[in-house]
């Protein structure tokens, strides 16, 4: 059965530094998206990115983050300046369906860990 | 605001009890609804969802829910847990149509099953 991985499962770095987390959605999806859940807490919707750009984004979702789709399989969210309250579990999510029919698959997660 | 309420974060019951997990939403337009189950060391998984049609819905291994619009509920069932059953769930609202909207999730309740 087809499903969404991330890399790496767990990520530890310094506050100040970069974060690229990967993520290869179900192959024929159309709609990617990331939530992150910060331990002890809900699971939050970061973006949403359909046809090459962000869809939705929430407020969380600031200058320090960005979204891309370098290929045709991969979907990265990069932090560029990390902080220590960015330390949670990153997840991908992808659908295939618009409207109605909108069943979100999600991967693993990548556990990040600012120090 | 958007929002999900599950009333109970932690539920322990014994084998064979029946289930009844809480979930209301605050949104007032059409809405997709979603159960989302996370088992320990693993990925959220769709338990079942609702579009439209009959309020009743079921989903994998015997889980249930009912929506019911007047009560803006959509509240999880089983008449009969097993140990298997440990595992945190999730309600989770899509606030009307689009492929690329959000869920927005409850907190979650943590479900421990006792043999």
């Known amino acids: 059965e087809p499903e969404v991985t991330q890399t790496p499962s767990h990520q530890v770095t310094q506050m100040g530094q970069e974060v690229i987390l990967r993520c290869v959605p179900i192959s024929n999806h159309l709609y990617f998206y990331w939530y992150r859940q910060i331990l002890g807490q809900k699971v939050e919707f970061l973006v949403s990115?359909?046809?090459?750009?962000?869809?939705?984004k929430s407020e969380i979702f600031d200058d320090q983050f960005s979204v891309e789709r370098p290929d045709g399989s991969n979907f990265t969210l990069k932090i560029r300046s990390t902080k220590l309250e960015d330390s949670a579990m990153y997840f991908c999510a992808s659908s295939d369906e618009r409207g109605e029919y909108n069943e979100q698959f999600f991967g693993p997660g990548t556990r990040l860990t600012v120090l | 605001a958007q929002s999900v309420s599950q009333h109970n974060h932690h539920v322990i019951l014994s084998e064979a009890a029946s289930l009844e997990l809480g979930c209301n939403y605050s949104?007032?337009?059409?809405?997709?609804l979603f159960w989302y189950v996370q088992y320990p060391g693993q990925h959220l998984q769709l338990l079942l969802k609702y579009f439209s049609g009959d309020p009743l819905v079921k989903g994998i291994k015997g889980f249930e829910a009912e929506f019911i619009k007047s009560k803006f509920s959509f509240n999880l069932r089983k008449p009969s847990v097993q140990w298997s059953d440990t595992a945190e769930y999730f309600c989770?609202?899509?606030?009307?149509?689009?492929?690329?909207?959000?869920?927005?999730f409850g907190a979650g309740t943590r479900l421990a099953v006792h043999p």
């Open positions: 949104y007032g337009g059409t809405v997709n």
């Open positions: 990115f359909y046809n090459n750009e962000i869809s939705e």
């Open positions: 989770a609202v899509n606030p009307g149509s689009g492929g690329y909207n959000k869920l927005i």
